[in-house]
C-alpha cells in the first residue's frame, strides 16, 4: 500500500541553525501539507502546497518556515534559524484532488537545543 | 473563536463494549469533519470522513455520525478490542470555501480493556 515517508526519524540541532525536513508523498497525490505536534498538544497546520506554489499557511508559518518540491518526488520544510519553540513532531501529508482524506507520513521528530 | 473539543481527555472501557467518543465545534461550518487515530510517536491515520449533509456513516465496526444543528460528531467503535487503544482525533476543513487544512480536536485517548 503506498504510502507517506519522511527523512530523518529525529533531528537535533543548535538553536539558530538551518533544517530541512524531507517528505515524499503518494505518488499520485496533488495536495502536500506539513502539520507540526508539540510534546502533549494538539496537530496544528502549518502550510499546504498546489501546483508548486503555497495554496494556504497558518500563523505558524512567518518568514523562518518555507516549503519546495525541488523534483517530482520530494516535498521539503525549511526552517531558517530555528529556535526552541520549534522542537516537535513535524508531519508531511498529502491527499488526491477529489477529496480531503489526507495521508501522514511517520512525522520528523526536532530538537532543538 | 473557532474551536473544537473533544469530550474527554481519556475513556477507559472494557473489551467487548462500545466505545463513544465525542467531537464539538463552535464558529466553525465545516465541509467535512473526519476522525482519524494517532498511536504514540505515530502519524495520524484516517479512518472515516463524513459531510454535512450526511447523518451517518459506517466502516466495518466503526460509525460516526454528524449533526450540523447541534455541531457535534459522535464516533462509536463496536465490540471493542485491546488494539482499537489509541488517541482518537476529530479534525475539520471547509473544503467547499477551497480552504483544505484540517483544524484537530486535542484527542481522546481510548485504552480498552482485556
Known amino acids: 500500500e503506498p504510502e507517506v515517508t519522511q527523512t530523518p526519524s529525529h533531528q537535533v540541532t543548535q538553536m539558530g541553525q538551518e533544517v530541512i525536513l524531507r517528505c515524499v508523498p503518494i505518488s499520485n497525490h496533488l495536495y502536500f501539507y506539513w502539520y507540526r505536534q508539540i510534546l502533549g498538544q494538539k496537530v496544528e497546520f502549518l502550510v499546504s502546497f498546489y501546483n508548486n506554489e503555497i495554496s494556504e499557511k497558518s500563523e505558524i508559518f512567518d518568514d523562518q518556515f518555507s516549503v519546495e518540491r525541488p523534483d517530482g518526488s520530494n516535498f521539503t520544510l525549511k526552517i531558517r534559524s530555528t529556535k526552541l519553540e520549534d522542537s516537535a513532531m513535524y508531519f508531511c501529508?498529502?491527499?488526491?484532488?477529489?477529496?480531503?482524506?489526507?495521508?501522514f507520513g511517520p512525522g520528523t521528530r526536532l530538537t532543538v537545543l | 473563536s473557532q474551536k473544537i473539543e473533544q469530550n474527554s481527555e481519556a475513556l477507559n472501557i472494557q473489551e467487548g463494549k462500545t466505545a463513544t467518543l465525542t467531537c464539538n465545534y463552535t464558529?466553525?461550518?465545516?465541509?467535512?469533519l473526519q476522525w482519524y487515530r494517532q498511536d504514540p510517536g505515530r502519524g495520524p491515520v484516517f479512518l472515516l470522513l463524513?459531510?454535512?449533509?450526511?447523518k451517518e456513516k459506517r466502516k466495518e465496526r466503526l460509525k460516526v455520525t454528524f449533526d450540523t444543528t447541534l455541531k457535534q460528531s459522535l464516533f462509536h467503535i463496536t465490540a471493542s478490542q485491546p488494539a482499537d487503544s489509541a488517541t482518537y482525533l476529530c479534525?475539520?476543513?471547509?473544503?467547499?470555501?477551497?480552504?483544505?487544512?484540517?483544524?484537530f480536536g486535542s484527542g481522546t485517548r481510548l485504552q480498552v480493556q482485556p
Open positions: 463524513i459531510r454535512e449533509n450526511e
Open positions: 479534525a475539520l476543513d471547509t473544503m467547499d470555501t477551497g480552504r483544505r487544512a484540517l483544524t
Open positions: 501529508a498529502s491527499s488526491e484532488p477529489g477529496n480531503n482524506e489526507q495521508f
Open positions: 464558529n466553525y461550518s465545516p465541509a467535512y
